[in-house]
Structure formats: structure tokens, C-alpha cells
């Protein structure tokens, strides 16, 4: 938001005298001892006054209201039945006093009964009015062909904020400059549309229009008569002008007048269709508007006066937080509708379909572009670009099945549509449907061949290979990584699938050549140094045994090890997110290291499942998964963690018959496995330690107290979490908590 607007330092003390001064005035016309102030907003400062017998209303409205005392006295006087009758004003001062409203206030619990009598009041007031110069004269005149114009201005960036009492405001007051740039930058591009139906409210004939019209506004007598008042913002200009009031904004109205378009849904518009025909019916039998477009040109000044609406927000800031909300929730929630309202209008029009769908991703708006492009296809079922462009849209926001059906139906409609088939087959790739995707990317490359469309039917063909292989008995699920990952650093989605599924199914899965070497190298040289105290067979008090010459030691995440790269890689977090949800965490960061003649572990799982006492909870999703980076070649010399590849779905007792596999891997390749794989690690028979750096990922609320009760699962200091990127920042941020780390 831009500054706000500066009080002076008097204020107070001038409100305060404003208000005496007030009271005063009409203490000259009633007796004003019992009053209570009841709304005291920008746009009035309003008093109850109860008298013995009735209750009367003292209004201080703002200067740009000036002319409201001389139009509200000259409404009471012609219309008396329906508007409360002015006892006084001072039009120089900005000063009215009324008599109260007998009867009931409508509020929001209105029947619909209720509505429409209200509408119906107010239609005859409007009828009324039509030619009444001299009232008409004493209201301005909106001028509805620059509403769309002054619209874009006001979302416009401001230039300087203002004195509260003397100048207007931009919507950046009260909603964030994104915010105001990409409502102005949607609003830009269907200007036109906009314009254009707003032109239709011409055909009606100038009368008043009230300028709030909601049920708030309107109080019922016993006898079922109903009032009107709060006519301060009064207009002259087309009926219609103040209707989005009362039926929350403009988008139902307009739709009306298309049946054939269901952007809502059809039972929520029986109401304001019945309402609006009354509203309608109660004009025309007045004598007001009899043409046959009297309905669009009614809803066309509808959509003028919300926008004079949102636009009137300018007139009446206030530096308060409170204020400054609801009116952002105003201004969002008419905005939004004045999108609906094009939306219907670009429907019915069939034009520039695509490009307005474009121009809502262009401002993070793509549900809008999905829904817009579903709406006119829903007319024109054939239209293939703009199937192509939805189903586009749908890959992009993750639809998968969605977008699967829309380049289907182009497809129903042109067999060779290259573009259809080619995002059919990487739909299927990312659905690890290979076979499916292959056809889909051979048929693609007939009708348009491509280098980029060869190599990626090159790399379907990979995955599908290295799916197939990870089920054959003894081998380990392995994932290669292709050239444009490792280019990147960043896993595509349709490797991502793989992995995921790969994993899930097995529990294990290795990945190839993830770090760099030379990384991996500078870790392994700062553990032999920084650790070389828990380099020999004896018992260590912050180190847990986990076998025969074999520790577990917590490694402080200082450089070499406080590397995003090592931690935080695109190849490797986005597949721990789509196993344990994007709110996981890395919840330990230690190294397994077995001692020179350590012997085989015995088989078992790092930890049991969360309810161990449940058959059926072996099943449930991973919750934690450690990354094992192997600092060393893991062969058959140095050992390796021999696995049971699907055992995370099995009891301890069930995994003992199941085959071992032997994961075998080089520097910058890591394993993967779930926190209940049965496996154990192998007998070192070589000469020197085997350090395999250990990472535990996991959902948030779990923790383990199973194996660090003597030792701290990660330690980080204060300093070095600072020095972590801020997109990672989250993976570690739960050790910002107080407490313990054990």
C-alpha cells in the first residue's frame, strides 16, 4: 500500500467541534440531549436523537457530499410515502437532520417477499423521477462512458498520498501495489468488453439513482410499507446504477441476459431473476423504459455504478486498520465480480477467447483462464485451440486427468493433431504410463518431427527401462538422472513420478550421480579430520553404537557440510516433498561409520511402524526417509547396506524370508530408504573407516526418540542457519524451536 494519509495534529479537537457545532445547529429544531453517535465513517458522521415520541437522524456528511442536504430535503418533500422528510439542513455545512424510520430495519435477513417490494418502492421513485429536472439538478450526473477509464486510473500506482480531509486516494491505499497492477493489468485487457455493454445504459432515460441500495438501507412498517433513506451518494444517471448493492454485484445480472452460459450455477440465480423481473416489471408499468432492451440496458448501468462504487473508495480514506480491511474486502470481492461480468461478456462474444485465458496466467490468475476456457468450450466443443490451450493450463496447474481429456477431444476431432498427441504423451510419461506415451510421442513426431521430441521420446524409452528392471529379483530400484537434470539441477516432473512410484512400491531406491564428487570429496576429507576421535572401538557418549565397530556420529552442519547442494539439491528435495507432503523436514543429519573389520549387522528396521499394534498402520505412508550418501565406492570389500527391497510394508518377522539386494554404488550417487526397509549394513573388510553421510527426511510432527536418546540429531548453530538459503530455510527452521535436540 502506498503511505497513508497524514491526520493533522488537531483533528480530534476539530471533529470534536465540528460535532458541538452540529448538535447546536439542530438543537435550534428539536431537543438533541438524549443522542448516541451510531456509524462514524468517512463518508458521514451519523446521530440518533430519541425524542419522546419518535427518534430523528443527525448526518455530517464530508464535503464531497455537499449536495446531499438540498437532495435529500427535496426527496422527502416529493416522496414522503417512501423517504424519510428532512426537519432541517445546511447544505454550506454539510448538516441534515431527519426523522427516524418507523417499522422494522431489513438488514441481510430479508425475505425475498421483502426484496421485492423493495425494489418495486424504489422502481417507482426512479419512475418519478425521471423528469423531475429540479431534483434531478441537485444530484451529479455520473458519466458513465468514462467509468472504465477512471477505473484503470484509480488502480494506477499513486503518486503521493494526500491531506485526509482534501484530496482523493488511489486503491493503493488500501490494497498492496501487486495487487492494484494486476487488476489493472486483467481490467486493461477487457476494457473493450466493459466499454462496450456500458454503452447499452444510453437507451435508458437520466433519473435518480440512490447510490447504496442494500437492505440495510430500507425499514419495513406494520402496515408492510416500505422506507428508503441513506440517499446521501445519490446519482443521477440510467436505472440500474445502484442494483450490484443489492444483489452483491453485477455477475448474476448479466448473466441473465445469457442463459445459454453457466459461469453460475443456475439454482442460485432463481432469486435474483425473480427479483430482477420485478424490479423490471415495476419500471416498465411506471412508464420507465418500455424498448425490448430494457433488461441489458438495466444490468449495463449495473455494471457502470459498481465500478462507481469501487472508484468512490478514492473519495473517503481513513487511516485505520480496521476501515482500511473491510474495504479491501469490498473492493476485492467487486473486482473479482467485475472479472465475472467480463468473463460472460467474452464468452458471449467468442472473441479473443485464448488470449484473455492467457492474460489471466500472465497474472497468476490460471483457475480463471481453466474456467473461461471451459465456459466458451462448453458452447463450442470443437474449438480446438482453444482445447489446446486448456489443456495446456491443466498441465501446468497439475490437473493431470483434466488435461488427459481435453487433448483427447482434440484428438476425437483431428486424429493428427501433433500438438494434442505430444502433450498426451508427456501426460502419460508423468502418469509412468510409458507405453501409452510412447504411442502418443511416435504419432507426435509423424506429423512434427523434432531433435527436442526425439530426445524425449529417447528419454520415455529410459524410464520405461529403468521401471521395468527395478522388478527383476536381486536388483535395486535406480534411477539415472537425464543431461538437461543435471544441467538444471532440477528433477523434471516425469522423473519425479517415477521415483515416487519406485519408491512407494520398494522403500529403496539408488540415484545416480546426484552430487559432485569434488564436494563429496572436500566432506570426506573434514569428517577424517574433524572426526577422528570416533575413529576407533571404544565407547563414545554422544556417539550411539549401532553394531560392531560401527557409530553413529551427529556431523555439525558447518562448510563442507552446510552446502544446499549436499542438503538441499533439486533432485533430490522435490521427491522427498512428494513423498512426506511440502511440509517436511530434515530431521537428522548424521554419518553411519563402520570401523575397518566390522562384522554384519544383524537385520532390522530403523524404526517401527507409528502403530506398530495395527496390522493394517504397516501400510500407511512414509513419514520418514533417510538419504544415504556414501562418502566413499560402496563395493563388495567396503560393504555396503544390503536391503530388502518392498519389506516397508512388512512386519520384521514377514521381511526375514524375503531376498536381499545389494546396493553397490560410486561417489555422488545416494540411496534411499524408507524408515521401516528391513536391511542391514554389511561387514567392512577393508582397510580404512566407511563413512556414509545419513539425512533423515520426515513430516514435521514426527520426531525420533528411538535412536537419539544419547545424542542430538543434527546439530546447527544459530549463525550457520543463517547461512542457509532462504528456499531451504524450511527444511530447518523446527530447530529454531526451543528446547532440547535429543
Known amino acids: 500500500m502506498n503511505s497513508k494519509i497524514k491526520m493533522t495534529p488537531n483533528a480530534e479537537s476539530d471533529k470534536k467541534v465540528a460535532t458541538d457545532t452540529a448538535l447546536a445547529w439542530a438543537g435550534q429544531y428539536i431537543d438533541v440531549s438524549r443522542h448516541t453517535i451510531v456509524r462514524d465513517s468517512p463518508w458521514a458522521t451519523t446521530f440518533r436523537i430519541q425524542g419522546d415520541d419518535s427518534d430523528a437522524w443527525l448526518k455530517i456528511l464530508p464535503a464531497s457530499l455537499a449536495q446531499a442536504p438540498e437532495l435529500l430535503t427535496q426527496l422527502g418533500q416529493r416522496f414522503g410515502e417512501f423517504v424519510p422528510a428532512a426537519i432541517a439542513s445546511d447544505s454550506d455545512r454539510g448538516l441534515l437532520l431527519m426523522n427516524g424510520c418507523d417499522g422494522r430495519d431489513l438488514r441481510q435477513d430479508a425475505t425475498e417477499q421483502e426484496r421485492i417490494r423493495m ?48 484530496h482523493t486516494v488511489n486503491a493503493d491505499f488500501y490494497l498492496s501495489s501487486s495487487e492494484c497492477a494486476a487488476y489493472r493489468g486483467l481490467l486493461e485487457k477487457r476494457a473493450p468488453q466493459l466499454r462496450s455493454w456500458i454503452k447499452q445504459a444510453h437507451a435508458l432515460t437520466v433519473t435518480l439513482n440512490h447510490g447504496d441500495l442494500r437492505t440495510a438501507n430500507a425499514s419495513k412498517s406494520s402496515d408492510g410499507k416500505i422506507m428508503l433513506y441513506d440517499w446521501d451518494e445519490a446519482v443521477a444517471g440510467p436505472a440500474g446504477i445502484s442494483l450490484h448493492g443489492l444483489f452483491s454485484g453485477c455477475s448474476a445480472l448479466v448473466q441473465l441476459q445469457f442463459p445459454e452460459i453457466n459461469l453460475i450455477a443456475l439454482e442460485s440465480l432463481r432469486q435474483p431473476r425473480r427479483e430482477f423481473s420485478a424490479y423490471r416489471e415495476s419500471l416498465k408499468s411506471a412508464g420507465y423504459a418500455e424498448n425490448a432492451d430494457t433488461e441489458k440496458a438495466i444490468t449495463a448501468a449495473a455494471v457502470a455504478g459498481m465500478i462507481h462504487y469501487i472508484i468512490s473508495f478514492g473519495r473517503f480514506p481513513k487511516d485505520n486498520k480496521s476501515y482500511i480491511e473491510t474495504v479491501q474486502k469490498n473492493l476485492t470481492r467487486r473486482l473479482s465480480d467485475l472479472l465475472d461480468v467480463a468473463d460472460i461478456l467474452c464468452i458471449a462474444k467468442s472473441q479473443n477467447i485464448v488470449e484473455i485465458a492467457e492474460n489471466y496466467e500472465l497474472h497468476n490468475r490460471a483457475w480463471r483462464a481453466e474456467r473461461l476456457l471451459g465456459q466458451h468450450l462448453n458452447l463450442q466443443p470443437d474449438d480446438v485451440p482453444s482445447l489446446q490451450a486448456l489443456a495446456q493450463i491443466q498441465l501446468r496447474r497439475n490437473r493431470v486427468t483434466h488435461a488427459i481429456k481435453s487433448f483427447e477431444a482434440c484428438t476425437n476431432i483431428d486424429i493428427n493433431d501433433a500438438i494434442a498427441h505430444l502433450g498426451l504423451g508427456s501426460l502419460h510419461t508423468r502418469n509412468g504410463c510409458y507405453k501409452q506415451a510412447l504411442r502418443h510421442l511416435h504419432r507426435a513426431h509423424t506429423h512434427a518431427p523434432s531433435a527436442q521430441l526425439q530426445s524425449q521420446i529417447k528419454r520415455v524409452y529410459a524410464l520405461d527401462r529403468m521401471q521395468r528392471e527395478a522388478d527383476l529379483d536381486g536388483t535395486v530400484p535406480t534411477v539415472w538422472f537425464s543431461d538437461s537434470e543435471h544441467e538444471s539441477r532440477q528433477i523434471t516432473p516425469e522423473t519425479l513420478t517415477l521415483c515416487a512410484m519406485l519408491f512407494r512400491k520398494y522403500g529403496v531406491l539408488i540415484l545416480k550421480n546426484v552430487f559432485d564428487p569434488s564436494l563429496l570429496s572436500q566432506c570426506h576429507h573434514t569428517f577424517g579430520e574433524r572426526y577422528q576421535a570416533y575413529l576407533t572401538d571404544q565407547r563414545h557418549k554422544d556417539a550411539l553404537r549401532i553394531g560392531d565397530k560401527r557409530f553413529q556420529i551427529t556431523i555439525d552442519i558447518t562448510k563442507p557440510f552446510n552446502d544446499p547442494d549436499l542438503y538441499g ?148 548453530s544459530a549463525e550457520e542457519y543463517e547461512q542457509v538459503p532462504k528456499s531451504l530455510k524450511s527444511l530447518l527452521s523446527w530447530t529454531c524451536e526451543p528446547g532440547p535436540r535429543d
Open 119 to 166: 425494489l418495486q418502492t424504489y422502481a417507482r421513485i426512479q419512475a418519478d423521477s425521471c423528469g423531475d429536472n429540479e431534483l434531478l439538478q441537485t444530484a451529479p450526473l455520473l458519466q458513465i462512458d468514462s467509468m472504465v477509464d477512471a477505473l484503470l486510473e484509480f488502480l494506477a500506482p499513486s503518486v503521493s498520498a494526500g491531506n485526509a480531509g482534501q
Open 569 to 716: 539439491s533439486g533432485l533430490t528435495v522435490p521427491l522427498m516433498k512428494e513423498i512426506l507432503g511440502d511440509a517436511c523436514i530434515l530431521g537428522c543429519f548424521t554419518s553411519a561409520m563402520s570401523l575397518p573389520g566390522s562384522k554384519d549387522q544383524r537385520l532390522h528396521k530403523d524404526h517401527k511402524a507409528l502403530f506398530h499394534d495395527d496390522p493394517k498402520s504397516i501400510k500407511e505412508p512414509s513419514f520418514a526417509v533417510t538419504m544415504m550418501v556414501p562418502l566413499i565406492d560402496l563395493n563388495e570389500r567396503v560393504g555396503t547396506t544390503r536391503v530388502k527391497k518392498g519389506s516397508h510394508v512388512y512386519t520384521s518377522d514377514r521381511s526375514k524370508a524375503m531376498p536381499w539386494q545389494t546396493p553397490l554404488t560410486s561417489v555422488g550417487d545416494c540411496y534411499l530408504m524408507d524408515y521401516r526397509l528391513s536391511h542391514h549394513g554389511q561387514a567392512n573388510q577393508s582397510d580404512n573407516p566407511r563413512p556414509i553421510l545419513s539425512m533423515v527426511y520426515q513430516r514435521p510432527w514426527f520426531r525420533d526418540y528411538i535412536n537419539f536418546h544419547n545424542q542430538p540429531s543434527l546439530r546447527l
